[in-house]
């Protein structure tokens, strides 16, 4: 069997990391199976794409197409792979164009579709992810979904077939990835942190990172916190912050807030374990923050892991300065989860995809 996984973007290298592990090892054990990398080129800094596929021996691509965060450059680039290669399965992961690159392309030329973290719902439609997400489903034949919540926000748009859930990849990357304790302590002593006593914030999505007034205010919040905050600056927001001299000031006045460049998945690990909270607007930091046993107050109005807010391990606080600042002061309820499975959800999903006597 062969298998084109097509990704692009940061999170997915890191849920990409641990299936195409369980992938390998299922050939290793004389199962025929055969996968073959696609990046389309969504991200292509070093620090966002290359050092992923390094910390996380990643296999190198088979075919890297340059083709920036452009859907239309992506399908068009795409599609004579798919023609030449015709693969048994196109593996797609989340919700960037990549995956519904990758979707749409694989469905026009009637190749089935596994999407792994299938089922994710903000309710928002002014997300772009929201349209991914949904036109990606539709286009699966097999549907992989990390919570109870993704499988039933499915058969409410009458899709039942071929959804399973089978837990988190990223849950599996967190376990297998989270360094030995004596390489967490040096990470944060490359830092100059100390266990607890700093916080950890990350913004990256466009309604926040191309919007002035949103950043200026996380910003505000981020200054008046009682630690000092680590802030990894995603290049999408670096770029705003370079062409605004407010955020600039505030940045620069700010004794608290500390930018650095996107840093590699081992390093976010050891430092989403020690904080004392992360703030943050990505999906997969609110999840790790829960796996880390880190409270999460998340800059947005909505979520899509509504198990960590229930559970009492995560607080929606927008982007309002007076409602981050207050998020972190009130205690965390921390209740356990059990919808991310026990660490071997990529197994899971190669076992569906391969069994044995297909
Ligand atoms: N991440 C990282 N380095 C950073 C920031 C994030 O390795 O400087 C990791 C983080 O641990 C998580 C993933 O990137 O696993 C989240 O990606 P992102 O926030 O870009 O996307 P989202 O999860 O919102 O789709």
Redesign the pocket.
């Known amino acids: 069997m062969k298998i084109i996984t097509v990704i692009g973007a940061?999170?997915q290298f890191?849920k990409a990391a641990v299936v195409s592990r369980a992938i390998r090892q299922m050939a290793l054990h004389g199962i025929d199976m055969q996968e073959f990398i696609l990046h389309t080129g969504q991200h292509y800094d070093d620090n966002m794409s290359d050092l992923f596929f390094r910390q996380l021996a990643i296999p190198v691509p088979r075919w890297h197409l340059n083709c920036g965060n452009n859907m239309e450059e992506m399908k068009a680039a795409i599609r004579p792979v798919l023609e030449s290669e015709r693969p048994d399965i196109v593996l797609v992961y989340?919700d960037t164009n990549s995956t519904l690159a990758g979707a749409e392309t694989a469905h026009a030329l009637y190749i089935p579709i596994a999407h792994i973290e299938a089922g994710l719902r903000s309710f928002n439609d002014s997300m772009p992810e929201e349209h991914n997400r949904i036109v990606t489903d539709r286009l699966s034949t097999w549907l992989f979904c990390p919570t109870r919540t993704a499988v039933e926000n499915l058969k409410r748009e009458g899709i039942t077939r071929n959804v399973f859930h089978t837990g988190d990849v990223?849950y599996d990357a967190t376990l297998l990835f989270t360094p030995e304790e004596d390489q967490q302590q040096a990470i944060l002593q490359h830092f100059g942190l100390t266990s607890k006593h700093f916080a950890l914030a990350?913004i990256?999505r466009a309604s926040t990172a191309e919007n002035i007034s949103a950043l200026s205010a996380i910003f505000e919040a981020l200054a008046q916190l009682p630690v000092p905050v680590l802030l990894?600056l995603?290049p999408h927001t670096a770029k705003t912050v370079q062409q605004n001299k407010i955020l600039q000031d505030l940045l620069n006045l700010s004794q608290n807030i500390r930018l650095i460049r996107?840093?590699?998945?081992i390093e976010?690990?050891a430092l989403?374990k020690h904080a004392l909270y992360i703030l943050t607007d990505?999906?997969?930091?609110q999840k790790?923050a829960y796996f880390q046993h880190t409270p999460c107050i998340t800059l947005r109005e909505e979520t899509e892991w509504i198990e960590t807010v229930d559970a009492g391990w995560n607080r929606l606080a927008g982007t309002d300065t007076e409602r981050i600042r207050k998020a972190v002061e009130l205690p965390f309820a921390k209740q356990p989860i059990t919808d991310f499975g026990d660490g071997r959800s990529a197994q899971q999903i190669i076992q569906i995809l391969c069994p044995n006597d297909r």
């Open positions: 940061r999170p890191i989340g990223m990350t990256h990894p995603h996107p840093v590699g998945y976010m690990l989403e990505s999906g997969g930091m790790e």
